[in-house]
């Protein structure tokens, strides 16, 4: 099978009045959807329950995006048994054609492209080019796993001793779990989705509680494209009576997470313990989040930092894995930073997402929101704001709106330099020189992402070695990771280093084979 090399899918121009008037048609279609009820498809089939989750607009918390079935353990069950019977015929497809579903997958995605995005905007507030970046690298996912397929399918370069035959190849795991976040509601439930599934696995996905009509939508897309039945389980639940149900499970071969610190921590204890009949050790690849910094020379273009600074610390309001919380700047330019960064983000405008004038939308729900703002309230005993600090007038009652905040002259150990706030509050830290401004980097459980902005190469060349994040972005903003270009995963409790996008990240959901024959 030929297929041509990879391109990361292109992000749509929005400065072309005719893609905003398609992209404001799609909000208006997807607006008059609102309200629908979503089952849960188990097996293929329907199953609707007494229990809902409701889905809410966070720029106007009346108004419902749609509501879905909350599935219980004897749903979990029925799950379980329909993925073990889709993986009897789906693990023997071959490889190639296992391949070709993600690439027709990857063409249903990019026709939807604006009503996907367009759902993003309404249930999750993501800024119109944050929306269509989320459903570009979604359909990036599939385009390159596929190829990934077709690659890890052929045979292992071996030495055959003469008298013998031997090979070496993948076979799939079984079944999995699938638990995504509701920050990247579509990509990361594609990439983590059929990353297992292009491997030759079934899964029961269990899609974030904040966001699950874009999941179901999902599974509409997976329908379209001829997924066989089973292969995909959508379960929306409980993380406490389905999702850790499912873990601990005997019949679950791997739980593949991405979400908190807490939580992760939690699925990688309980899927260590062995259960009654449970024939193998779980595999468990979890992204958990960081507490990303953006280093800044003596020697950096401050205008140049500064505009990566807001990009990435106020982009989708800061609810980013890889959003800078903390800029540690030299004391040489340590003021005349704050200066510019404290500008441009006090030009950033804030309201509903739905208005492409706006920079900056609502937090994800309210239990975000109030998270967020305790942290403020923690982060005006540790350091000096300077700009921000609550909430906008008629939140949350009008939309979990909180302004970009800034803290300056705050200490390398304080909470809001520690801790994983996951909202628009950045922290700025001040450094003697650049050993120090690596040191307190390095000084935090998490190892993500980082950036250092300087015009010397033995500065530069000093981060690629000693500052220690799984993505390291040098003169340039630290969020933005592009399948294919940036393999996306951290180190330290920013969890298992899974390089999501990469060349070996098929490789955790199979397991390697060896086979020898005396001729």
């Known amino acids: 099978m030929q297929r041509t090399d990879f391109r990361n899918e292109p992000f749509t121009n929005f400065q072309d009045p005719e893609e905003r008037r398609r992209f404001q048609a799609a909000l208006d279609r997807v607006r008059a959807d609102l309200g629908r009820h979503y089952p849960l498809i188990i097996g293929g089939r329907r199953v609707d329950t007494e229990g809902r989750i409701v889905s809410v607009n966070p720029a106007n918390p009346q108004e419902v995006i749609g509501t879905v079935a909350r599935a219980g353990r004897q749903h979990a069950d029925q799950a379980l048994e329909a993925a073990e019977q889709a993986f009897a015929r789906w693990s023997r497809f071959d490889p190639e054609a296992r391949a070709r579903a993600l690439f027709r997958l990857a063409a ?42 077709i690659r890890l399918a052929k045979p292992w370069p071996l030495y055959r001793p003469e008298g013998t035959d031997n090979e070496t190849f993948y076979i799939p795991m079984g079944v999995g779990l699938v638990i995504p976040p509701w920050n990247f509601p579509l990509a990361i439930l594609v990439g983590t989705t059929m990353a297992p599934v292009v491997a030759g696995n079934t899964v029961i996905v269990k899609p974030a509680s904040s966001t699950p009509v874009i999941a179901a939508k999902f599974m509409e897309c997976l329908e379209e494209a001829g997924f066989p039945e089973g292969v995909v389980n959508f379960l929306p639940g409980p993380g406490g009576e389905v999702g850790e149900y499912l873990v601990q499970h005997p019949r679950i071969r791997f739980i593949n997470f991405t979400g908190s610190l807490e939580v992760g921590l939690r699925i990688n204890e309980l899927a260590a313990k062995m259960q009654p009949g449970q024939k193998w050790i779980k595999r468990v690849i979890a992204e958990m989040g960081g507490k990303d910094a953006i280093i800044v020379c003596d020697d950096a273009d401050l205008d140049e930092a500064a505009a990566g600074i807001v990009q990435s610390a106020f982009g989708f309001q800061g609810q980013k894995c890889s959003a800078c919380s903390r800029v540690i700047a030299d004391q040489k330019i340590y003021d005349e930073l704050l200066q510019k960064v404290v500008e441009r983000t006090r030009n950033l405008k804030v309201g509903p997402a739905e208005d492409p004038d706006n920079h900056m939308g609502a937090v994800a729900d309210e239990n975000q929101f109030r998270k967020v703002l305790e942290y403020i309230e923690i982060g005006k005993g540790e350091g000096r704001l300077v700009t921000g600090g609550s909430a906008l007038a008629g939140a949350p009652e009008k939309g979990y709106f909180i302004e970009p905040t800034i803290f300056a002259d705050v200490d390398p150990k304080a909470r809001i330099a520690q801790e994983e706030i996951f909202g628009p509050v950045l922290a700025f830290i001040k450094a003697r020189d650049y050993d120090h401004a690596l040191e307190i980097a390095n000084d935090t459980v998490y190892g993500l992402t980082g950036s250092v902005y300087s015009r010397s190469r033995e500065r530069l060349e000093r981060a690629r070695r000693e500052f220690y994040v799984g993505n390291l972005y040098l003169n340039r903003k630290c969020t933005g990771a592009l399948v294919g270009v940036e393999p996306f995963g951290g180190f330290n409790l920013s969890g298992t280093n899974a390089k999501a996008g990469g060349t070996d990240y098929l490789q955790l959901f199979m397991l390697a084979k060896s086979v020898s024959e005396r001729l």
């Open 108 to 149: 249903v995605l990019r026709r939807r492209k604006h009503e996907l995005s367009a759902t993003m905007v309404l249930e999750v507030g993501k800024q119109w080019s944050e929306a269509d970046a989320d459903t570009a690298e979604a359909i990036d996912f599939c385009e390159w796993y596929g190829r990934e397929m």
